[in-house]
């Protein structure tokens, strides 16, 4: 589609990077559809996890537990729907002029933070500021890193210059590492922000014990009157599964934020518990450091792959509970994601290509997983035992999650990892797997790979930036940083008594400030 050439364009960008309309004044909220009449004000929801998180800082959160609580505690500069499409969130609107390098954001009218102080363009372009200043190490810097410039116009307002046209800034603003902080407390110490919270979001915090709970209540001066409809929400941590499990069948938890594949189907068909199945374009996976032996041969890494039989380790590990896949993290979700291409396990094959690369009597490597969630374990396992005809012997080391962040992530040579789906080809990348990218734990730096997502992103022709995002998928597939066995379908509950609970193919956004929940008696 081609935007007009007239000075400025109001527009909404869908997740994807299709422009779709001209006529955005301000998006509208999300609306759930009720489950169980009118929806009521009032009592408490018990959110179970699994994921520890110690830092309440929001530009840093890494896993389901800490971006719930982004979620509740703090707003967005925007917010993807459902649909996958960019609203507002702390803004109202947003203009854009022809060629998509400039944008001018207004705020939402009466925002004010926990504290009560008055929200203005101020704080946003602060927030905006400190995801880009390497210092404060957010992982949402890179989906922002085209912006040249972020400046105020006045306190209802502030424009956004970038080097290259990018019809995903409102997207990539919706990242949930990026959250609205008090330009004083930025420009101040940002160090409070590890135990303190200084957000505007639906819920304020009351009480946080790492390890064990974290309790919110009603932010009354929430920008929505008509939100949040709970009084408060307790996130309790249980890192024992079957603890878990039975909290929730028993009603001493209402929602349970993820339900392993391996109980899915017990705990779903429990009277008081109703499951949730959303599909999405997330995965585990088998990181290969490409800088360390013997996966720097690319032939070990292809005769792994060929020990792999994707639809009995979405069986044994999903319970049924997604897609195979093939290696591309690109899923056909995406709007440039390809067909699937399907291979079958070569174990002859596999044993010839690690005799060409020196190991004719196989070799001993080390796997690990993290306990959390156990999907990580049983897949490393079903790896040992696929691959040990070839003649790879895998000796799987399951630790607990905090030693796996602390000692494997981005150091071992091989190990289990897990990712969701993000908004946009172009955040996958540039997070996960370019040179430069933050997260990049496979060590895999390959310069036109670099530059075919370079390309693609400040690419104005669809049809062209569709041919570049293939040559880019092809070229990880074979290269081979990453062993993609199968997308996850991402498996939660909640009691029967809680209303519209919301999952979303990115897994994160819940929008519990719409959640209310049925009295009993």
């Not at 028993?250 to 518990?273: F, H, P, Q």
């Not at 012997?393 to 993000?422: E, G, H, R």
């Not at 997070?431 to 310069?447: H, I, V």
Request: charged share 20%.
């Amino acid at each position: 589609m081609t935007i007009s050439s007239s000075s400025r364009r109001h527009f909404l960008i869908a997740g994807a990077g299709t422009v779709i309309g001209l006529s955005l004044t301000g998006s509208l909220p999300v609306q759930a559809a009720g489950e169980a009449g009118n929806p009521a004000k009032g009592g408490r929801l018990r959110v179970s996890v699994s994921d520890r998180t110690g830092s309440l800082n929001p530009f840093v959160q890494l896993n389901g537990t800490g971006y719930l609580l982004n979620e509740m505690l703090y707003m967005g500069i925007t917010r993807l729907g459902p649909d996958m499409k960019p609203e507002g969130d702390a803004v109202l609107g947003w203009e854009a002029n022809g060629d998509l390098t400039e944008f001018t954001f207004t705020m939402r009218p009466n925002l004010v933070f926990h504290d009560g102080t008055p929200v203005t363009a101020a704080d946003a372009v602060a927030s905006i500021k400190a995801v880009l200043d390497p210092r404060f190490a957010s992982p949402a810097m890179r989906s922002i890193g085209l912006v040249q410039d972020v400046a105020v116009i006045d306190p209802s307002h502030f424009k956004m210059v970038l080097k290259r046209r990018d019809a995903n800034l409102p997207v990539a603003l919706s990242h949930i590492n990026l959250r609205l902080i008090p330009a004083s407390i930025i420009n101040g110490d940002p160090k409070v922000l590890e135990t303190e919270v200084h957000g505007s979001g639906p819920f304020q915090l009351s009480s946080h014990e790492p390890g064990r709970r974290t309790m919110v209540e009603r932010f009354d001066k929430y920008h929505d009157p008509r939100y949040p409809l709970l009084d408060g929400v307790d996130v309790i941590l249980y890192p024992d599964a079957a603890a878990e499990n039975a909290a929730l069948v028993n009603g001493e938890t209402d929602v349970m934020l993820r339900v392993a594949s391996a109980d899915y189907d017990r705990i779903s068909k429990t009277g008081n518990v109703k499951g949730r199945r959303q599909g999405t374009g997330g995965f585990l996976n088998i990181v290969l450091r490409t800088d360390t032996k013997p996966f720097d041969d690319l032939r070990v890494r292809q005769a792994i792959q060929l020990c792999l039989d994707r639809d009995v380790l979405t069986e044994i590990v999903l319970e049924g509970y997604g897609r195979p896949a093939y290696d591309n993290v690109i899923s056909p979700e995406y709007r440039y994601g390809l067909p699937l291409e399907p291979f079958k396990p070569d174990i002859e094959k596999a044993r010839a290509l690690l005799a060409e690369a020196g190991y004719p009597d196989g070799i001993r490597i080390t796997c690990y997983a993290s306990n959390s969630p156990k999907e990580r374990g049983t897949l490393a396992v079903a790896f040992k035992e696929l691959a040990k005809p070839a003649g790879i012997d895998v000796d799987v080391q399951v630790i607990s999650y905090d030693q796996y962040v602390a000692n494997v992530w981005k150091k071992a040579a091989c190990y289990v990892s897990l990712w969701n789906m993000m908004p946009t080809e172009d955040a996958m990348y540039t997070q996960y797997l370019t040179s430069d990218a933050p997260y990049n734990d496979s060590a895999y730096k390959n310069p036109a790979f670099d530059k075919l997502v370079e390309d693609a992103r400040s690419s104005t022709d669809d049809a062209q930036r569709a041919q570049l995002y293939k040559q880019a998928q092809q070229m990880l597939v074979h290269d081979l940083p990453w062993l993609i066995p199968f997308y996850r379908d991402y498996l939660s509950a909640h009691a029967t008594h809680v209303n519209d609970y919301t999952t979303h193919p990115l897994i994160y956004p819940h929008f519990l400030e719409r959640v209310w929940m049925t009295r009993k008696g």
